[in-house]
């Protein structure tokens, strides 16, 4: 089967670092996304690998690791409002997306 | 990124009614999706909508409970037939993006509760 793993919850302190895990199992590979679905909304595109390495945007990283099925968000500085959800989901060679439970994550002051 | 409108944005539904939600993109898309989120969950694909053909259902959905319209390149409809307390649940159309990565974005959501 196909499946993708991420903590189901974190918690965090405002102005600190966070990385959120995501571990895949997919058929086949073609690109890993992360999005932040702040609750009653809609999720919103966050970052995008399809290569290893580190993606920086912002106080956003992602990164992946095709060879060990990994990848992870970072959010630095962390403020209030990154309260939310976090989706992980990777797109397989049928060019299907695969999403995660989601991550939700609280930020304490 | 495209902008993206759903209609309606929450209703409240008897049981056995059918309500239909739809979908608005500002410009010309090739591939909508129609999603449900049930609470505290993650994502699951009920079908793929692409212009001038069939929709595409995922396993565990079928047509005669969720029957789709694609008429033109921005502009998708989805029906809840027949429903159950079990309907309630976020329903999201999201497009695919025209760049390399094929970016998924989402509307704004239905939100649907059955009674």
């Known amino acids: 089967g196909q499946n993708i793993d991420q903590p189901t919850e974190m918690t965090a302190t405002e102005g600190a670092i966070v990385q959120i895990n995501c571990t895949y199992q997919?058929?086949?590979?073609?690109?890993l996304f992360w999005y932040q679905q702040h609750a009653g909304e809609a999720p919103t595109f966050l970052s995008y690998?399809?290569l290893d390495g580190l993606e920086e945007k912002g106080r956003f990283s992602s990164f992946l690791s095709r060879s060990k099925g990994y990848s992870y968000l970072l959010l630095k500085e962390l403020q209030m409002k990154d309260s939310a959800s976090y989706l992980c989901?990777?797109?397989?060679?049928?060019?299907?997306?695969?999403w995660g439970a989601g991550t939700k994550l609280i930020i304490k002051p | 990124s495209a902008v993206i409108s759903q209609k309606p944005s929450r209703d409240i539904c008897q049981r056995g009614t059918s309500l239909t939600i739809q979908c608005q993109v500002d410009?010309?898309?090739?591939?909508m999706f129609w999603y449900r989120q049930q609470p505290g969950q993650s994502l699951t694909l009920i079908a793929t909508?692409?212009?001038?053909?069939?929709?595409?259902?995922e396993s565990g959905f079928v047509i005669d409970k969720f029957p789709i319209s694609r008429p033109n390149l921005t502009f998708s409809t989805l029906t809840v037939s027949n429903m159950s307390p079990e309907d309630s649940s976020i329903y999201l159309c999201?497009?695919?993006?025209?760049?390399?990565?094929?970016?998924?974005?989402f509307g704004p959501g239905t939100r649907l509760t059955v009674l």
């Open positions: 410009s010309q898309v090739t591939m």
């Open positions: 690998n399809v």
């Open positions: 909508a692409n212009q001038g053909s069939e929709a595409t259902y």
């Open positions: 999201s497009v695919e993006g025209t760049s390399g990565s094929s970016t998924q974005y």
């Open positions: 997919t058929s086949g590979f073609n690109g």
């Open positions: 989901a990777v797109r397989n060679s049928n060019y299907q997306l695969i």
